[in-house]
């Protein structure tokens, strides 16, 4: 190979890096791994259910860890849609072969995945209605602002990692409060947060069969994360800080070499902590977040 050929690899390579797309560890390999992956979504602050213009599924419930709340699809503007205002308790959780939680609806016993058992349970989101402002602006009922987080990578763990969690061993509660003096500024007088909000994410990345794509989340409280538009990771409901990973390679609607959105969609529905993990082998690129449109009172 002449040197110019060499040259025009290369800046290929540097084209995909800053695209943000494809593999960490074929980067990596490379030479060319970035430190830093910024990824910028939209915050929505609500009130509390029991004050003045208060959203009925903050700090009303308190549910455990359910799968099923919402449909395994999204709809027509690209979010979520309450397919169930209970869904199911998990139990036990479903796990893969190497002992990673994994959303129930992707347990395959022929990968060797572990069962774990479901359990019909309680209201944990009031109606449809009230779930469809979560992610959208709705005037009166919330107040949204750009928000970005910067995912660090760890050579040691090949990964890239955001991590805003909570120190148990202290009074004060640490975490994931990126609303902490801003939008309704409705802080808790005894943990001294604005709790009561969700995130919504948007990115993309290509598929690259057989390279070890994996996503995983830790966290509090609903989270759920949707790759090409259908659901593979479901942490909804009120809960203690709970993981779910998703290998891209299990996903028999994505086609090697193409660029799918991931969709990320967070709550913090209720007192005193909030704990936020990220941890990721794939180069993510940041979609311009659209201008927020309903700073309102």
């Known amino acids: ?31 060319d ?37 919402v449909a395994p699809e999204l709809d027509a503007d690209g979010r979520p849609v309450l397919a169930s205002a209970s869904g199911l308790s998990v139990k036990t959780q479903f796990r893969d072969s190497t002992g990673r939680n994994i959303n129930p609806a992707l347990y395959d016993p022929s990968r060797g995945d572990v069962a774990g058992s479901l359990a019909s349970a309680g209201v944990a989101i009031k109606s449809a209605d009230s779930f469809s402002q979560w992610y959208r ?42 609303a902490d003096g801003a939008l309704y500024n409705d802080d808790d007088p005894i943990y001294h947060h604005n709790y009561h909000f969700t995130y919504e994410l948007r990115t993309r990345f290509r598929y690259e069969r057989g390279s070890s794509q994996v996503f995983t989340f830790f966290g509090d409280d609903d989270v759920w994360v949707f790759v090409g538009g259908k659901l593979v990771i479901d942490l909804g409901g009120v809960h203690g800080a709970v993981s779910q990973t998703v290998d891209m390679d299990r996903l028999d609607w994505l086609e090697d070499g193409g660029t799918y959105e991931l969709a990320f969609f967070f709550a913090e529905r209720h007192l005193t902590r909030s704990n936020f993990r990220v941890e990721t082998s794939i180069f993510f690129e940041d979609i311009n977040v659209p201008m927020a449109s309903a700073l309102f009172d």
């Open 1 to 31: 190979m002449g040197r110019t050929d060499r040259m025009n690899l290369k800046g290929a390579a540097m084209l995909l890096m800053l695209a943000g797309t494809g593999s960490a560890a074929a980067a990596q390999d490379a030479g």
């Open 33 to 69: 791994q970035p430190p830093t992956v910024k990824l910028t979504g939209t915050l929505r602050d609500f009130r509390r259910f029991d004050v003045e213009h208060g959203h009925p599924d903050f700090e009303q419930y308190n549910t455990g860890h359910r799968v099923g709340l």
């Open 137 to 178: 602006d709705v005037p009166g009922v919330n107040l949204s602002m750009p928000h970005t987080i910067v995912l660090e990578w760890d050579q040691n763990a090949q990964k890239y990692i955001f991590h805003e969690h909570d120190d148990e061993s202290t009074s004060r509660r640490e975490g994931f409060f990126p």
